[in-house]
């Protein structure tokens, strides 16, 4: 099982970017897909997420009108478009997959069982 994170950057304030995350071996339309973040020095934050079997999505209030989950279930990829980025979006950002958890869990690290290997974003001017 690997899922592989990219797409993060150097970006101005008010710029975008879009992550993605690649699954082998997981089937993204199956899963419950996550995107955390850990900024230095803190602990690692749901930021969003797509709950398996359809199309339930889920933001923290700090992204939430800025950010943008979905899946590519053809491609078995999960994105995300992050727009209006400010420095305190930066932070390395996680991909995680549950087959299992329940809705009630979605924002804990530990109800996922995988995780991608991160993706830097920084948002500077």
């Known amino acids: 099982v690997q899922l592989q994170a990219s797409g993060g950057g150097l970006v101005q304030p008010g710029g975008s970017l879009r992550l993605s995350c690649a699954a082998s071996?997981?089937?993204?339309?199956?899963?419950?897909m996550g995107w955390f973040r850990q900024a230095p020095g803190k602990e690692r934050e749901f930021v969003s997420a797509?709950?398996?079997?359809?199309?339930?999505?889920h933001y923290d209030d700090s992204v939430k009108g800025r950010f943008t989950i979905s899946r590519d279930n053809a491609k078995n990829t999960v994105y995300l478009q992050m727009n209006n980025l400010k420095p305190e979006d930066t932070a390395v950002y996680y991909c995680?997959?549950?087959?299992?958890?329940?809705?009630?869990?979605?924002?804990?690290?530990?109800?996922?069982?995988?995780w991608g290997q991160g993706t830097q974003v920084t948002v500077s001017s």
């Open positions: 995680a997959s549950s087959a299992r958890l329940i809705l009630s869990s979605l924002r804990r690290p530990d109800a996922y069982d995988y």
């Open positions: 797509l709950f398996r079997s359809g199309s339930n999505t």
């Open positions: 071996g997981r089937t993204v339309s199956r899963d419950t």
